[in-house]
């Protein structure tokens, strides 16, 4: 009976060192787990390992890749505004000259980004530059007319605060690469020539379904009609809501009064709870 006894009591002791192993293990798994925008930041890595792999098409003279050479700008924005799963993910097709690729962050035009974002860091320079297209930066003095125009509207939608836009919606390219002909022209991912245009398509489009299925959206806006293209073409969006919102580029046809048109679409589509962070 004593033997017993004791032999019960040192399992029970037993189990209890068990548990008390088993918690700490859990503790130290989550001490050491990726955060969720480390988990983003990779799968765009990866996409830039395979872009660089590629030769670069003809016309094409200059890449830039602000993910790259803007990565600590890039890495703020991430860490700032992407700590979980979103609603909403917006997606542009690639970085402007005086956007994003100035600052890292897709349609970043610089006021928003250093004085309403808050964002800071070092902006190196892409391995080769043309004359006409310089990086400077934060330092940088045009602003990008298409950030000048979709952040603003956002912001208001929002209730004021970017923050709050932030909660459950998050901006992302399509594209992370800029694309210069030897006169400084931007080629856009829509005007890019042969195979390379497809292979491009391809696997920019299989990145961004990696990236839907981490961020877990239910609804998917594509900016402007390229990206709204490709994503009808992915599988594994069907059963995401896709919607398209006109580009915000002054240099689209009948574009003057974008932020009127937008503001109504975002009315009609009935998005504005998700901007303004409601449950």
């Given amino acids: 009976m004593l033997k017993r006894k004791l032999q019960n009591q040192a399992k029970t002791k037993e189990n209890k060192a068990l548990k008390n192993d088993s918690a700490d ?3 130290t798994s989550s001490l050491f787990a990726k955060p969720f925008w ?13 872009l660089s792999k590629m030769t670069k098409p003809p016309g094409i003279q200059y890449i830039y890749n602000p993910v790259e050479y803007a990565k600590e700008v890039h890495c703020e924005y991430l860490k700032k505004y992407l700590n979980s ?23 970043g035009n610089i006021t928003t980004v250093r004085d309403i974002m808050h964002l800071s860091g070092l902006v190196e320079k892409p391995r080769e530059t043309h004359p006409k297209r310089p990086v400077n930066g934060l330092q940088h003095t045009t602003e990008e007319p298409s950030g000048k125009r979709l952040w603003p509207l956002l912001e208001k939608l929002a209730g004021g605060s970017l923050d ?13 690469l800029m694309y210069f002909d030897k006169h400084g022209k931007n080629i856009t991912p829509s005007e890019l020539k ?23 959206c239910e609804i998917v806006v594509a900016v402007g009609d390229y990206v709204f293209q490709c994503l009808k073409k992915s599988e594994n969006c069907q059963n995401k809501r896709i919607m398209k919102l006109p580009h915000p580029s002054p240099r689209a046809v009948g574009n003057q009064n974008w932020p009127e ?19």
């Avoid at 709050?164 to 992370?176: D, E, L, S, Y």
């Fill in 25 to 27: 293990e859990s503790k």
């Fill in 38 to 50: 480390q988990k983003f930041y990779e799968i765009e890595l990866e996409l830039n390992e395979k």
């Fill in 85 to 107: 799963c979103k609603k909403v993910l917006f997606v542009g097709m690639n970085p402007g000259a005086n956007g994003m690729g100035q600052t890292g962050v897709p349609f």
């Fill in 164 to 176: 709050t836009f932030f909660k459950q919606c998050f901006v992302h390219n399509f594209c992370p």
């Fill in 194 to 216: 042969g195979d390379y245009k497809q292979e491009i398509l391809h696997v920019c489009l299989e990145t961004l379904e990696s990236l839907i299925q981490l961020v877990n």
């Fill in 261 to 279: 048109k937008a503001d109504k679409w975002f009315h009609n589509e009935q998005l504005l709870p998700y901007l303004r962070g409601e449950p």
